[in-house]
């Protein structure tokens, strides 16, 4: 049965049925049950014209380089549903371009090239089997960058310890009303010191707090650690806040990491009747650790 198959696939009769591979009772038009296999090669030159009979290719080479798509013709250079995939596994960048007189699509709007950056992956289909056809650019990965770590976490700022009515200031973690995360994923306001408002005729101080803050996880490595800061407002006051980075240190409870921030109120200074800039609120801290290695 097997030969008798291959005798009518490959001489070229057109089979009105399905078609199943290890099963018996095929839901496709082509069913395998089991694995496939395809083309696979990998290339080092810095140039490099994809063939028909290519599927899977990964460039290795030591400089840049640029893939050619093929002339998509009629016949048998019709390429209607041709699919490759590319990786980049080198230390450069790989352009794929289209032949002369193709092109190839992002979107609506046809392309030049395409640049396949360090560690990413590609897949094009060919949508069209006539000359001046269309590759199209229908999948791609990015890969994580290879020299970076990143770890986010909203934390809270606390109320002012001079607001009306205020939060006295404290030291140690002798208040835990303001911690933020769960388990070892959590974040103690070790302290905080309030400044209160200066508004005379001639300077404006804000009102002004400093907060240290405290990991209780496995300690970050700071070196080459840059944190990025910015202070966010969920509630139904209309206090503006700007938050800058102190200081960041493993220099807490046992070793653990502390941050250190300054946060100001900057949408007004001062008082306005009972109302003045020192904060009765509890804000957000959104904190990104973005480490380079």
Do not use: C
């Amino acid at each position: 049965m097997k030969k008798y198959i291959s005798i009518l696939l490959f001489g070229g009769l057109t089979l009105n049925a399905q078609v199943g591979i290890n099963t018996t009772t095929p839901n496709s038009t082509l069913a395998i049950n089991g694995s496939l296999r395809a083309g696979y090669k990998e290339v080092t030159a810095t140039s490099y014209t994809i063939t028909d009979t290519d599927h899977y290719i990964t460039y290795n080479g030591t400089g840049n380089t640029t893939f050619t798509l093929p002339v998509i013709g009629s016949g048998t250079s019709s390429y209607t549903g041709r699919i490759y995939k590319i990786k980049n596994i080198s230390t450069s960048n790989l352009t794929i371009q289209p032949s002369s007189g193709n092109t190839l699509r992002i979107d609506n709007t046809p392309v030049s090239s395409f640049v396949v950056p360090v560690g990413a992956y590609a897949e094009v289909v060919n949508n069209s089997n006539t000359t001046g056809g269309t590759w199209d650019l229908s999948f791609t990965v990015l890969p994580k960058p290879s020299n970076v770590e990143i770890y986010g976490a909203q934390l809270s700022i606390p109320p002012h310890g001079n607001g009306s009515p205020g939060v006295a200031d404290w030291t140690n973690h002798s208040n835990t009303s303001y911690d933020t995360g769960t388990g070892t994923d959590r974040w103690w306001v070790v302290s905080k010191s309030s400044v209160n408002y200066a508004h005379t005729s001639t300077y404006s101080n804000t009102s002004r707090m400093t907060v240290v803050y405290e990991y209780q996880g496995t300690p970050f490595n700071v070196t080459n650690m840059y944190p990025i800061l910015t202070a966010g407002n969920n509630s139904s006051f209309p206090d503006v806040f700007t938050a800058s980075f102190v200081s960041l240190t493993n220099s807490g409870t046992g070793g653990r990491t502390r941050l250190t921030v300054s946060v100001s109120r900057v949408d007004f200074i001062g008082a306005n009747g009972t109302n003045n800039s020192n904060w009765t609120g509890t804000f957000l801290l959104n904190l990104l650790l973005a480490r380079k290695y």
